[in-house]
């Protein structure tokens, strides 16, 4: 095994000469020092979710002595999934507190239940009582629908009705929390399987098979896909889902202190820009009563994030059908939340006052050469820049003095033109008060985890690690 803290005192050092993005390897890294893998040995995939961040680069970084104290608070304010979230409380080297943010009901949902350990025997036996609600359904009584457009050209009416009677049958559970939010997402992870939805795109679009009639191999999937979509065992799918999630979810007892919560993640709030505490109601719902308060200023330790691309994802999107069967979102409010997204491409011109500078050159003028190519593209680039200053400045104010921040963003296109938004990125947070301390890059691996957008957009190769240091106020 080698010494982590070594490395990282070599990495300092080298950028201190150079000032130029260290091209680094975080898995390897991980394997050789700290002797962790990340398979299926832990819940970090109980459920698909778009963008997420490669876990050894949160391996890494929180096991250096240097970024964060072992009783430290870590922060996530763009938690999505929870990957960081997860990977606080079972660090090889210290296990930490760890709160998220995340704007993504699903999100949320999927984060808490990655990392809450449940007891497997009760859980089986809840899952008994599931069974047993739903065989005594009768086909005859009016199901509760989720009311949707287009519902029938999505789900067939088998899988309707079976889903609807699953979905029922979780409702009308009479048992804790943490439990109801494990069969929730279980649930949630069924609705694309049964979904007349293209699995290879993440956000649902029709499935249609003679796209992939040049691929013998996609080609005979996709028909089988449709076929078990107009006739789904929702039930069964449903069990298989159950004992997957509920072998990776039982690795969480093995760690003591997070078996007896002494360790514990926990969502506080829904958006980056204006952090408040609070706590999760069902489902991932954040409590929004009137005695809410603002996240303490100079109360977190350290942060880690990834935070949204500039336009290259479709978070609530890609999730519509499942947002609308867990009842999270109607319809109106799913393209209310899509527009408040950071890196939303739904900007409007009215949005934006190109005359009120973001005051960083290097940001001011990219906006600048884009008004001139495609005003509307231009207002997306702006709007994501004036959102990201919005969000970095409240990671300032509720940092400890001399505490790190660390952003792991990938680069992007904009109008066909290579941008380092990692570079731009830097600039706004040194504005706001941040030291930069040291650039690594990595090469993202799995293409699956990033999504091709409209011809201007692009896909993201590399991944940089961008960590700051916010000098004592
Ligand atoms: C790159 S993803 C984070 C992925 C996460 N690290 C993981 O491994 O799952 C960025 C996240 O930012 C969220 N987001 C966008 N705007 C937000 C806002 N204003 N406040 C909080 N989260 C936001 C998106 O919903 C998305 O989940």
């Not at 803290?5 to 050092?13: G, K, S």
């Amino acid at each position: 095994m080698g010494n982590v803290n070594a490395i990282w005192e070599r990495l300092i050092h080298q950028y201190e000469k150079k000032r130029r993005a260290i091209p680094f390897d975080f898995k390897n890294t991980v394997l050789e020092n700290l002797g962790e893998r990340r398979s299926n040995n832990y819940p970090h995939y109980i459920h698909y979710y778009p963008g997420k961040i490669f876990p050894y680069i949160p391996i890494f970084l929180l096991s250096l002595d240097e970024l964060c104290s072992p009783s430290g608070i870590v922060l996530d304010p763009f938690s999505g999934s929870g990957t960081i979230l997860l990977e606080s409380i079972i660090n090889p080297v210290d296990k930490r507190n760890v709160w998220g943010v995340e704007i993504n009901p699903l999100g949320r949902l999927i984060s808490k239940v990655k990392t809450t350990p449940l007891n497997i025997e009760s859980t089986r036996n809840i899952l008994k009582q599931i069974f047993h609600y739903n065989r005594s359904l009768s086909n005859s009584i009016s199901l509760p629908i989720p009311k949707f457009k287009n519902m029938s050209i999505w789900f067939s009416e088998k899988a309707i009705k079976e889903l609807a009677k699953l979905r029922l049958s979780i409702e009308s559970l009479n048992t804790e929390r943490n439990h109801k939010d494990f069969f929730w997402l279980c649930f949630s992870s069924v609705i694309r399987k049964v979904a007349k939805a293209d699995p290879f795109i993440p956000p649902p679009v029709l499935l249609k098979p003679y796209k992939y009639k040049d691929n013998h191999k996609k080609y005979k999937y996709v028909q089988n896909f449709l076929k078990n979509a107009e006739n789904p065992d929702v039930v069964a799918i449903f069990e298989t889902i159950v004992e997957k999630n509920l072998k990776s979810i039982s690795a969480l007892n093995n760690i003591k202190d997070v078996r007896s919560k002494k360790i514990k993640a926990k969502i506080i709030w829904d958006d980056a820009k204006d952090i408040k505490f609070s706590r999760l109601a069902e489902r991932g719902r954040v409590i929004k009563t009137n005695n809410i308060r603002p996240l303490d200023s100079n109360s977190i330790n350290l942060i880690i994030t990834s935070p949204p691309y500039l336009t290259a994802q479709k978070y609530i999107r890609t999730h519509k059908l499942e947002l609308l069967w867990l009842d999270l979102l109607t319809e109106k409010e799913l393209q209310r939340l899509d527009k408040e997204l950071i890196g939303t491409e739904k900007v409007s011109l009215r949005e934006v006052d190109f005359d009120k500078h973001i005051g960083i050159k290097s940001i001011d003028r990219l906006i600048k050469w884009a008004i001139a190519i495609s005003p509307e593209r231009a207002a997306l680039v702006y709007k994501y820049f004036q959102d990201m200053q919005q969000a970095i400045s409240e990671m300032y104010r509720v940092l400890k003095g001399n505490a790190y921040v660390i952003l792991v963003v990938g680069n992007n296109t904009v109008l066909k033109r290579k941008i380092k938004t990692y570079r731009l990125l830097t600039d706004l947070a040194v504005s706001i008060g941040f030291r930069e301390i040291l650039v690594l890059k990595d090469n993202i691996r799995g293409r699956g985890m990033i999504t091709k957008r409209h011809n201007s957009g692009g896909l993201i190769k590399e991944e940089y690690a961008i960590i700051l240091r916010k000098e004592k106020s």
